[in-house]
């Protein structure tokens, strides 16, 4: 762990699954003496302990680094994790089933005003809860209607914050509906954006000053954690919702995924507003939320053979681009 060069709070992630998961059932072994049937047993008391098919792959995946890292120094010759029978546990998509826009106005409403515009700015841009605390007034354009994602508030350990960009350092820009930002001007009239200094990164990185847009009744960033207590799931129950981990405030970026597909915009595009590293991710991830295209299928072939005849210049003389009749679908 000490060589590794990885984000502050992933670093203290892989610590713990490290320690809960791993440690434990493989730690007193030495590494020469692993066999693929050692990881393969280990991967099923994984499975038996009822962690989810991502958690184990996560922690599959650390496992296989520090064997790689060993092959690599020369302490083993092989790594057991790439045994033809070790088999990480597979992922299937997370077919989440996105709020209906009534859902997301209830919500909405059972928010303490000063938060309100959270949900405007998750649901109507896509950013990450993280996004959203970090947002900075100078990061809205409002002439421009862009929104500049450039950090984000993390919490690192003892649950204290700092800044940090976005979740695989990839800053962007997203496009700035008119309601957001009617919804965000509003905001700041009644709720002035706050200046808030943070390290960079880590706990003794650099201090990074801004004028932070959602901050707490006492000015102080935003903490995940206290939010999700004490604002988000109040909302939630007043507005009849479960307060389960399918509707924490993620669920308004799907929203925003299956607005945005439904109106045909591209995997491309959804890619670069999402922040998502690449279109394949995207697609994996969001091909449920796509409408369905039968509709659309039927439609464009019809409107290809809308015409009963093609037109002709003369006798048995087809105009040119018109469907020839030997080839022209029957009725």
Not at 278 to 292: E, I, K, R, V
Request: aromatic share 6%; charged share 25%; with cysteine.
């Amino acid at each position: 762990m000490a060589t590794q060069i990885t984000d502050p709070l992933n670093r203290e992630s892989v610590e713990s699954r490290l320690r809960l998961h791993v440690i434990p059932r493989l730690g007193a072994r030495p590494l020469a003496s692993f066999t693929p049937s050692h990881l393969r047993l280990w991967l099923r008391t994984l499975e038996d302990r009822g962690l989810s098919a991502g958690c184990r792959r996560g922690i599959f995946t650390h496992v296989s680094t520090v064997f790689t890292a060993a092959v690599e120094d020369r302490i083993i010759r092989t790594n057991p994790c790439s045994g033809r029978s070790v088999r990480a546990p597979r992922l299937e998509p997370c077919k989440v089933k996105p709020w209906p826009a009534e859902r997301i106005k209830a919500v909405h409403s059972a928010l303490p005003d000063r938060y309100q515009a959270l949900v405007n700015l998750a649901a109507g841009c896509g950013l990450r809860q993280g996004e959203a605390f970090g947002l900075a007034v100078e990061d809205v354009d409002f002439l421009g209607g862009v929104v500049h994602v450039l950090r984000q508030v993390k919490l690192l350990r003892l649950s204290r914050p700092v800044f940090a960009p976005p979740k695989g350092g990839k800053e962007r820009d997203v496009p700035l509906p008119e309601s957001v930002e009617l919804a965000l001007a509003g905001h700041l009239q009644r709720h002035p954006a706050v200046k808030v200094t943070l390290p960079w990164k880590t706990l003794d990185g650099p201090p990074v000053t801004a004028s932070l847009v959602f901050t707490s009744p006492t000015g102080l960033p935003l903490d995940r954690k206290r939010f999700n207590d004490r604002v988000w799931r109040p909302a939630l129950r007043a507005a009849g919702v479960e307060t389960g981990r399918d509707n924490g405030m993620h669920a308004l970026r799907h929203f925003y995924a299956s607005v945005l597909l439904d109106a045909g915009e591209s995997i491309k595009a959804l890619t670069e507003y999402l922040g998502h590293h690449d279109p394949g991710f995207t697609l994996w991830t969001c091909t449920h939320l796509m409408p369905s295209s039968g509709t659309r299928t039927r439609a464009a072939v019809d409107r290809v053979f809308a015409d009963d005849e093609p037109a002709t210049d003369g006798p048995g003389t087809a105009q040119e681009g018109a469907w020839p009749s030997d080839l022209r679908l029957s009725q």
